[in-house]
């Protein structure tokens, strides 16, 4: 069993869909709460065996816990971060609050593997008040519009995870990575890690 934990219960439809079609069987017990530290380990004592943090804005807080939680709590956007196909990284983002919490990951990953990264935040306008109406469709098309029209980048990282399904939409020549399909493959392999190999001896 995985236990995201998101900020907004907009957020579970969009994972619980990525669990259909990457991961099927795999069990996931959402929890939408602001107090982080307290989620977190109601989601250990219900059997959680990994907690995964689903908003950037509360990344850092989440991984802290980490330590007193007695099992991992990654935040979902390091594995893009990760794999960042160069140092020109562009965040696109929705809302005001979200493209320093995107691009603080982005460099930490860098600076782990000796990169340098050059993370600017591009808006995607209009597309918050498509998700207020309540046209999803709309929202994620804004998005991909604009992951479309930037210039100058080496991989376009998605901000929030209520946009992931804008990836599917894009036509970009450059990797655009949406944060909940890395995350959650991720998670799930925490929970099932590979099986060591038998090297004799």
């Known amino acids: 069993m995985l236990a995201p934990l ?6 579970v439809p969009v994972f619980d869909a990525l669990r259909d079609e990457d991961h099927p069987g795999l069990e996931l017990r959402h929890t939408v709460a602001e107090e982080v530290r307290a989620r977190v380990r109601e989601a250990v004592d219900r059997g959680a065996r990994a907690v995964r943090c689903t908003r950037s804005t509360i990344g850092g807080v989440a991984e802290a816990t980490a ?19 160069g140092p020109g990284v562009v965040g696109l983002a929705v809302l005001e609050s979200t493209p320093r919490p995107t691009a603080a990951p982005v460099e930490e990953e860098a600076a782990r593997a000796g990169r340098s990264a050059r993370v600017r935040a591009v808006p995607a306008e209009g597309a918050w008040a498509c998700f207020e109406a309540g046209d999803p469709a709309g929202y994620a098309r804004r998005v991909a519009d604009a992951a479309d029209a930037v210039t100058g980048a080496d991989a376009v990282v998605l901000a929030q995870a209520s946009v992931a399904p804008a990836e599917r939409l894009t036509t970009i020549r450059v990797p655009v990575l949406s944060r909940p399909r890395a995350g959650l493959a991720a998670a799930a392999r925490l929970r099932h890690p590979a099986p060591r190999r038998h090297t004799g001896g």
């Not at 998101?6 to 957020?11: D, E, L, R």
């Open 67 to 85: 330590a007193g939680a007695g099992v991992p709590v990654p935040r979902v956007d390091r594995p893009t971060a990760a794999v960042a196909a």
């Open 6 to 11: 998101h900020t907004s219960p907009v957020h």
